[in-house]
């Protein structure tokens, strides 16, 4: 069984940072491009970042680029995102989800960003 589970996030002030880390069980995150999803109070959900199956590519949207890094650690079959300098318009709940179509999805993790 197919399992991500998020974890990491919580309250911040502007400027801070947080990991936010996706745990995956019933498959190796080695197999799949894995990507970083979040849905803001009221929004649609947006693609923030994503992880090649194969590590060479690693994709981000423009509005965070320079202040996020996505990373896994394959040991851990553990995916993460570090997000520094974080301003208000980063809350929202952020997913990890598998593969291109989007086949699976974490419970996802609430981000809030205070001004």
């Known amino acids: 069984e197919v399992q991500l589970v998020e974890s990491g996030g919580g309250l911040v002030q502007s400027g801070g940072s947080l990991r936010l880390s996706c745990a995956a069980s019933?498959?190796?995150?080695?197999?799949?491009?894995m990507t970083w999803v979040r849905q803001a109070p009221g929004q649609g959900l947006e693609w923030v970042s994503a992880?090649?199956?194969?590590?060479?590519?690693?994709y981000y949207i423009d509005s965070v680029k320079g202040r996020i890094t996505i990373s896994r650690d394959t040991a851990k079959n553990t995916l993460y995102l570090q997000m520094n300098s974080l301003q208000p318009s980063a809350t929202a709940v952020y997913y990890c989800?598998?593969?291109?179509?989007?086949?699976?999805w974490g419970q996802g993790t609430q981000v809030t960003v205070s001004s």
């Open positions: 992880f090649s199956a194969d590590a060479s590519d690693l």
């Open positions: 989800v598998r593969g291109w179509k989007y086949d699976d």
């Open positions: 019933g498959f190796t995150l080695t197999q799949y491009i």
